[in-house]
């Protein structure tokens, strides 16, 4: 099956992720260990969306699958 190599993901803020971490993803479709390559944070005091988004790189580095 393909891997994953990079991901963007989009969340709720979550202001205690830090470039360097790794986190583990699970969805449908995917289920692995990525590091967390860029983060960004994003809101106003005017809006009430307040987001994080995260870029992360496949921490298995093609050893092994990380989709299902």
Do not use: C
Request: net charge positive.
């Amino acid at each position: 099956k393909p891997r994953v190599p990079k991901l963007k993901l989009k969340h709720e803020l979550y202001p205690e992720i830090s470039p360097g971490e790794k986190v583990q993803v699970q969805t449908k479709s995917i289920n692995g260990l990525f590091r967390v390559d860029v983060v960004t944070h994003k809101g106003d005091f005017y809006g009430a969306d307040w987001i994080t988004l995260v870029e992360a790189s496949d921490v298995a580095n093609g050893k092994g699958s990380n989709t299902k």
